[in-house]
């Protein structure tokens, strides 16, 4: 096993394209770290009566094109190596796809599903009170991530208002409606890979109908993206979440599972109750029960990771059958991964393009913040397929002429339009 750390799988992809560009020390030196590391203890007082304190992150990589942007997670295994890795591919992603932004990113240690709706709210208002002087709407605005939510930015957006005496609706994105949010940013993440999708399988004339699709996680970016390609014509094949999958050759309705899971908590809800299956059903269906491992390896044409990272690794990637990976998840391949993939032919859009569509969308709603406008739901899809696609073809433009896997590509754009502005500043 690699003994390998979110930031290390950052620093290998980031050394093999700093070599490709022939950067200088000061670039290296400016790319080594993050500009700003805050940490904090978060204590907020439990329904029962007591205190506990939670650690938390607010890492800012690089604010060279603009304020930093980036999302905040709640999740048990969130720390500051993690943060850091996030932070750095918030900063690229945003270059990539060509807004004005820079790259950070926020945790905060604790697990949401064990804590009540109150102390998630006290925690999300302590992050703020916390990080108050390191946020703002020109200087760093945070975002949903992992176990975070429209009302959890609702709650930091008040807090900031309520702490700054001002009014700020874009501090934050990924606010509900009704407080400042877009409309479209539910569905941008998923959209943003479904628009590459397409766009790959027009170029490489392929029809929608003979793609068979494998999604692994069924939340926010994994269950979108099954119903947009199913509604498509694509054959979903497999989704799973974190208590298992399913797998059916002939398809799977996503439309359905996500009424099973709704109800039961599993995407395997239609079949399964905990771990004890009706067998005849899912014969008569056609339907098995697959582990997360399992549903990495299925025989399908494009795979779609879209819940954690580190999850397609040197251990399992010769045994990838799918012709194409649409990174949704943020690092779910380690480089040990992409070499073996690239030696097999397998076509990895990464995490900084793949999912680009939610900090694009978040833009929109910063830009929409600022000027008090409320776009249409056409014009943030028709403005995030331009932005998503330019991006796109900028990276295939960069992999045809220097002859670089994609995600060295997408690296080898953003990292230089970070550079042109360091440039401006004088920073190198
Ligand atoms: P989410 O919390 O809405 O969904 C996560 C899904 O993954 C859930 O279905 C969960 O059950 C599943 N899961 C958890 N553990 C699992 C495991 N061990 N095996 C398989 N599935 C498991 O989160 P999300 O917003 O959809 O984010 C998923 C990934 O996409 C993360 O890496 C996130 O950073 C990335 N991402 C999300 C967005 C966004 O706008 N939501 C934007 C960019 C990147």
């Not at 009170?129 to 176990?147: L, M, T, Y």
């Not at 929409?368 to 397929?385: F, H, K, M």
Request: glycine share 8%.
């Amino acid at each position: 096993m690699s003994q390998s750390t979110p930031y290390t799988r950052f620093q290998k992809n980031l050394e093999d394209v700093l070599s490709i560009l022939g950067a200088s020390d000061e670039v290296r030196k400016i790319f080594s770290e993050p500009q700003n590391i805050h940490k904090n203890e978060l204590t907020i007082n439990m329904d029962d009566g007591s205190s506990k304190s939670f650690p938390a992150f607010r890492v800012q990589f690089n604010n060279a094109r603009g304020p930093y942007k980036g999302g905040i997670r709640f999740h048990e295994e969130a720390d500051e190596n993690e943060v850091k890795a996030l932070a750095a591919l918030m900063a690229i992603k945003t270059a990539v796809v060509n807004i004005p932004f820079g790259g950070a990113k926020g945790g905060v240690q604790c697990n949401p599903k064990k804590l009540s709706k109150n102390e998630v709210q006290s925690i999300a208002r302590a992050y703020v009170n916390a990080f108050k002087d390191n946020i703002g709407p020109d200087i760093d605005c945070p975002a949903p991530d992992v176990n975070t939510n429209p009302d959890i930015m609702a709650w930091m957006r008040d807090e900031y208002e309520k702490q700054t005496k001002t009014f700020s609706p874009h501090v934050i994105t990924g606010k509900p409606l009704s407080f400042g949010g877009s409309l479209g940013r539910g569905t941008a993440t998923a959209k943003g890979g479904f628009f590459i999708l397409k766009e790959l399988a027009d170029r490489e004339a392929h029809d929608a109908s003979e793609l068979k699709v494998v999604v692994q996680g069924f939340g926010n970016a994994g269950a979108h993206i099954a119903h947009l390609l199913h509604s498509d014509g694509y054959t979903v094949v497999a989704v799973s979440d974190s208590q298992g999958g399913i797998y059916n050759p002939d398809g799977i309705d996503p439309v359905r599972v996500q009424k099973y899971k709704q109800k039961t908590g599993s995407v395997t809800g239609e079949y399964c109750e905990g771990s004890v299956c009706d067998i005849d059903r899912m014969s008569m269906d056609g339907v098995k029960t697959v582990t997360n491992e399992e549903l990495l390896e299925i025989d399908c044409d494009i795979l779609v990771p879209a819940a954690l990272d580190n999850v397609i690794t040197e251990e399992n990637a010769d045994r990838i059958k799918a012709r194409y990976i649409l990174e949704l998840a943020n690092g779910p391949t380690t480089p040990e991964a992409d070499v073996i993939l690239e030696k097999n032919g397998v076509m990895v859009i990464p995490d900084v393009l793949a999912n680009a569509g939610g900090v694009t969308v978040s833009y929109f709603e910063w830009v929409q913040g600022r000027s008090g406008e409320q776009w249409t739901a056409d014009r943030v899809d028709l403005e995030l397929q331009r932005l998503i696609l330019e991006g796109y073809k900028s990276v295939r433009r960069t992999v045809r002429r220097e002859n670089i896997s994609y995600r060295k590509a997408a690296f080898v754009v953003g990292i230089s339009r970070m550079i042109e502005s360091m440039k401006v500043r004088g920073w190198v």
